[in-house]
């Protein structure tokens, strides 16, 4: 950046003479303080080294915009805010407003320095609308400047950038178009639907891993944020979640929760009524996502892929409902398998498991009678498991054996209440005969009394 030109504008915004010359020079620096290019993005994802050249003096450039901004934001007098060569125009607002958001967050082209001016920077910019915060510059607010809404423009002017072609050479416009999506809300989000969808999509469809998860993040964030109707149209709904079904494949660690939370907002609103109860028991998606999610799991010996699945099913099984009892019986078999592994060494693995187990209970209890033998054994033998080392040991159940403990008694509890004739047998047998260690045989007496 040339100091002379700041010193010139400066000089400019002292006199209040040729402010459109100011807005001229002001859009110059803008302009050359965005991260560049990087054709390397194509082959690989961009590194900290490839921006090596423009982090040497990218904290000057914004420090000399935020002494410009905060020099223009002084002058600014509300009795001039319509004249036109005296109030910033609103393609420099949107400029200002993307530089800021590609560095709105830590990243590889990004310093402490920048970020810290970039906030500064959007405070001066809702100084200058007379607005109260970047929510109400991008979707639109009456301030005395007039009706103000740049996140048409802003999403507009940097689309070239997310282009299937161009998306991996522009990493900082992919983090400006994520920051300025994730400040979009109900009811906002809903005309822009048809600008920022496209660019989840191709982000989506990346075989790098991070990126892959940005754009579950960024589909997730869509999908929540508009109403059912409005998915509808076009069938946005439907392309969706063919984009995002064949990830169910890929058995990612990292993929997989934010995968199944997407999914599951996403099944919310294509499937079934507009409400909740309201629920169809014909074939559907729900079904399609629980087939490969539990065949998924049935395949799987890696400890943390395992783990990442049990912690995301109470939710698919919670959004499902009563749809889940078609798959009753392998739904029991893989919690069985679960809880067996689980409660001799992975502890939290077991407790999703009995969180996933109550979600069943708590949805399909007119089949429980049928299942009851094997639910009661599945959880007597965790039980055990957790208990019976301990007690050999001398040693006192630490906090989380206590929760596990605590939450098998809830299942156990529940399953006795729903199938009372087909378990109270089994209750007497244990009282009179089992006495494994002494918290089995409390929780045996709480529950069956």
Known sequence: MDDSMVLEILELLKGRDHVPDVWQ??????????????????????????????????SSKFKNLTLIFKQISEKTD???IHSTSKSIG?????????????????????????????RELLSYLCKLYYLKSVLELLTGTESKSGFVELFSAAIFTLRPKLLKG????????????????????????????????????II?????????????????????????????????????????????????????????SCLVIVLGKIEGGYIKEEASFEWSRYDEVLEKVLQCMEMEDHCNVRLAYISSLPLLLD??????????????????????????SLREEAFFALLALQVFLKHCWPFVPAHSHDLIHM??????????????????????????????????????KIAPKETQPIGSKLKDKARFSETFVTVVNRVFE
Not at 90 to 118: F, P, Q, R
Not at 170 to 195: D, E, G, I, R, T
Not at 319 to 343: D, F, P, Q, T
């Open 25 to 58: 020079n002001v859009e110059h620096l803008i302009s050359d303080a965005f991260a560049p290019q990087m054709t390397i993005g194509n082959e690989r994802p961009c590194e900290i080294t490839d921006f090596h050249d423009y982090l040497v003096n990218i």
């Open 379 to 416: 959880l007597l033998k965790l039980l055990c498991d957790i208990t019976f080392k301990k007690n050999n040991d001398n040693k006192k159940l630490d906090v989380e054996d206590e929760h596990i403990v605590s939450k098998i008694e809830e299942c156990l509890s529940l399953v006795v």
């Open 204 to 260: 989506l469809d990346d075989y790098v891993l991070e990126n892959r998860i940005s754009g579950i993040k960024c589909l997730a964030h869509i999908t929540d944020n508009i109403t059912r109707t409005e998915l509808g149209w076009h069938g946005h709904g439907e392309v969706i979640y063919k984009a995002l079904e064949p990830l169910l494949y890929q058995k990612k660690e990292a993929l997989i929760q934010p995968l199944i």
């Open 319 to 344: 959004s499902a409902g009563l749809r889940m009892c078609r798959w009753s019986k392998r739904l029991l078999r893989v919690l069985s398998g679960s809880m067996e592994v689980a409660g001799l």
């Open 166 to 201: 161009t998306w991996k050479t522009y990493p900082a416009a992919v983090s400006c178009y994520q920051w300025m999506l994730f400040q979009m809300k109900s009811p906002h989000l809903s005309p822009h639907l048809n600008s920022v969808l496209p660019t989840a999509l």
């Open 78 to 80: 509300p009795s001039e």
């Open 90 to 118: 609103k393609h420099h607002a949107v400029l200002l407003l993307l530089l800021c958001g590609e560095h709105s967050n830590e990243n590889i082209w990004t310093t402490s320095d920048t970020i810290k001016y970039s």
